[in-house]
C-alpha cells in the first residue's frame, strides 16, 4: 500500500505542474514582463496555501457538489478560450491589435477548473500523508510558483528564437486548450467506461510505440519551421512586439 500511496502522490504533483506549464504557456506567450509574470506566479501559490487551509474546513458534501459542477465550469471555460483566442488572433493579424495582455488571462489566471484540480490536489495529499494542511498548501504553492515561472521564461525565451511569440500563437494556445476542456468531458468518461469493460491482452513494443512517436513528432517540427522561415522570407516589417520587459 505503501508504494500505491507514494505512486499516487507523484501523479498529484505531476498534475498541479501541469497546471502550472498550462499557465505558464499563458504567460510565456502573452506580452507581460518578468515582475508581472512573478505576481502571477505569486496568485498561484497564495491561492494554493488557502485551498490547503480550506481542506480540513470545507465538509466533504459540499467538496461532492463542486465536483458534481465539474463538467459546466469546463464548459464555460472552453467556451471563453475559444472565443477570445479566435478573437485575439483575428486582432492582431487583421488590424495589429494587442489583446494578449486581457485575454491571457482566460489561460493563465485560476479559473474554476484550477480552483478545483487545486483543492483535490491538497486534498488527496492530505489524505495520502501525515502533513499538515497548511504545509500541503505550501508544498503545492511552491511547486505552482517554481512551475509557472520556469515554464514561462523558458517559453518566452523558445517562441523569441523561433519568432513566434506574438498574440497569434497565444490565440492558437488558447484555441488549443479551449477544445480539449470540449472534448473532455466527452473523451474521459468514455475512457473510463471502456477500462471497465474485459478485453484481450496483447503484447505492446513500447520501443516501436516511441520511435513512431519520435518520428511524428520530428516531421511536425521540421514542417513547422519550414512554415515558418518561408513566411519570415515572405512577410518583411511588421508590428514590434516587446518580449518579457524589465
Given at each position: ?5 507514494n505512486l499516487i502522490t507523484l501523479g498529484v504533483i505531476i498534475g498541479v505542474a501541469i ?69 485575439t488572433k483575428r486582432e492582431w493579424l487583421s488590424r495589429g491589435n494587442d489583446l494578449s ?139 514590434k512586439w516587446t518580449q518579457l520587459l524589465e
Amino acid at each position: 500500500m505503501t508504494e500505491i500511496s507514494n505512486l499516487i502522490t507523484l501523479g498529484v504533483i505531476i498534475g498541479v505542474a501541469i497546471l502550472a506549464l498550462k499557465t505558464g504557456l499563458g504567460c510565456g506567450f502573452a506580452n507581460l514582463g518578468k515582475r508581472e509574470i512573478v505576481y502571477v506566479a505569486l496568485i498561484y501559490f497564495i491561492t494554493s496555501i488557502v485551498l490547503g487551509y480550506l481542506v480540513g474546513v470545507i465538509p466533504l458534501n459540499v467538496t461532492q457538489n463542486i465536483l458534481a459542477m465539474g463538467v459546466t465550469m469546463h464548459l464555460i471555460i472552453a467556451t471563453g478560450l475559444v472565443y477570445f483566442g479566435i478573437k485575439t488572433k483575428r486582432e492582431w493579424l487583421s488590424r495589429g491589435n494587442d489583446l494578449s495582455r486581457r485575454t491571457f488571462l482566460w489561460l493563465s489566471v485560476p479559473c474554476p477548473v484550477c480552483l478545483t484540480a487545486t483543492f483535490l490536489a491538497c486534498l488527496m495529499l492530505s489524505r495520502l500523508t501525515r502533513i499538515s494542511n497548511l504545509r500541503i498548501g505550501f508544498l503545492v504553492g511552491v511547486i505552482f510558483f517554481i512551475g509557472v515561472c520556469l515554464s514561462s521564461f523558458a517559453t518566452s525565451s523558445i517562441a523569441s528564437v523561433l519568432k513566434i511569440k506574438n498574440p497569434s500563437t497565444l490565440g492558437t494556445v488558447m484555441l488549443f486548450f479551449g477544445l480539449f476542456y470540449f472534448l473532455s468531458p466527452l473523451i474521459i468518461p468514455a475512457y473510463i467506461q471502456a477500462k471497465s469493460i474485459p478485453s484481450p491482452e496483447f503484447p505492446v513494443d513500447y520501443h516501436k510505440i516511441v520511435l513512431s512517436f519520435s518520428v511524428m513528432t520530428l516531421l511536425i517540427v521540421l514542417g513547422f519551421l519550414v512554415d515558418k522561415y518561408k513566411r519570415m522570407k515572405s512577410e518583411k516589417g511588421g508590428k514590434k512586439w516587446t518580449q518579457l520587459l524589465e
